[in-house]
């Protein structure tokens, strides 16, 4: 069955396929929050989009019901953090260009404690701005790929520095496509639900659960024909008859296919011309109707 159009959805209807902004608080494992995600939006699943630990706070987006099928989408984004470097001596005057010297890709292995191999690897950093030094400690702003390691980052910086350092208070700032401008709360979630329920507004539940379409704008969009979409519900490619627009989409790019009400259909891969007569344009990783 497919969706209607994303801003015509009932409450219920977007709880089952939604995304919350949330603003992590420190404290709990990103695993517990989605399970109180799950347990107040009481839907069957909720997932956290990208791991932060405990005492990290700031943007985890969290999926809700069938919208943990999307998951993968931010593998594809970067990530933004604000994080204090505590350095172990003074810092030295050269302190920013020794800093933008990490600007790029990096080699790194994951700590003893992380849940992947500890196989060395290469992930890069697109930003790494220092915006305030104070005393022994600096305060650095980080645009960065999925995957890395901002605890080892700061340790390698406190190398160059000479000085020995680790990171202190992390913040995430921002997990493409989202960012701290359109952050929630834990409290605005369990209020907006609570009104709903009580009262039956649901205006700050829209305010605070968004459709999960939004979760896909950062990624090619290609728009298919319902009658298409259909078929893909039910297992089929989708083939270049049923493709009516492909926006940027380049071969081998993970896209994500819209009916043209702006209902999300499926993640797949780009492989062939959307402007052909025949074949195969995407093809399916993840149906979402």
Known sequence: MLRGPPDERSPDDLLEFGVVNLDKPPGPSAHQVAAWV???????????????????????????????????????????????????????????????????????????????????RVREVYDLDVLEVKNRQALLRIRCE????????????????????????????????????????????????????????DDWLREVVQPAERALTHLPKVTIAPSAAEEVAQGAQVYAPGVIDAEDADEGQLVACFTPDEAAVCLGTMVGDADADSGTVVELERVLV
């Not at 340790?155 to 020995?164: F, I, K, M, N, S």
């Not at 952050?183 to 009262?199: I, S, Y």
């Open 146 to 201: 999925s995957g890395t390691y901002i605890r080892k980052l700061c340790h390698d910086l406190g190398l160059a520095l000479g000085t020995g350092a680790h990171m202190g208070h992390l913040r995430r700032t921002a997990t493409d496509p989202f960012d701290d401008s359109t952050l929630v709360t834990m409290e605005d979630f369990a209020d907006g639900l609570a009104k709903w329920r009580e009262d039956g507004e």
């Open 38 to 120: 799950r347990d107040l939006a009481d839907v069957g699943q909720a997932a956290h989009a990208g791991t932060l630990d405990p005492k990290v706070t700031g943007c985890l987006p969290m999926l809700t019901g069938a919208a943990t099928r999307l998951s993968q989408v931010f593998l594809e984004g970067a990530k933004e953090y604000v994080a204090v470097l505590k350095l172990h001596d003074e810092p030295p005057a050269d302190v920013e260009a020794i800093v933008a010297e990490f600007e790029g890709p990096l080699y790194q292995k994951p700590p003893r404690k992380s849940a992947v191999a500890r196989r060395l």
